[in-house]
Nanobody, 123 residues
């Protein structure tokens, strides 16, 4: 089965930066639509950034201009650079993926494969 493993979460002060990474085990992420989602305490999970198979990107309004999503094909990873972090960015961050024919599921927030999540806390 596809495995996605996130890393890079932690605690940071407001205005700081973190870089999250998601590695695909036995999966070449380049061929998939991939995205980052987060769930804040007491809130529903939301999509915040994604890369489609044509390498087009999308960002949620709450992170636009502060977060950057990218693929590192050499590392087979999906990264999320988060700058100017705010307390409202606190939450569990998940990477997720689906095959080309099901990319709409990444858009809809229901992709097939999910990582276990990494916690980000901004104070």
């Amino acid at each position: 089965d596809v495995q996605l493993v996130e890393s890079g979460g932690g605690s940071v002060q407001a205005g700081g930066s973190l870089r999250l990474s998601c590695v695909g085990a036995e999966l070449t992420l380049r061929g998939y639509c991939v995205g980052w989602f987060r769930q804040a305490p007491g809130k529903e999970r939301e999509g915040i950034a994604r890369i489609m198979t044509d390498e087009s990107t999308w960002y949620g309004d709450s992170v636009k201009g502060r977060f950057t999503i990218s693929r590192d094909n050499a590392k087979n990873s999906l990264d999320l650079q988060m700058n100017n972090l705010k307390p409202e960015d606190t939450g569990m961050y998940y990477c997720a993926a689906d095959v080309r024919s099901s990319c709409r599921k990444v858009v809809e927030g229901t992709p097939h494969w999910w990582g276990q999540g990494t916690q980000v806390t901004v104070s």
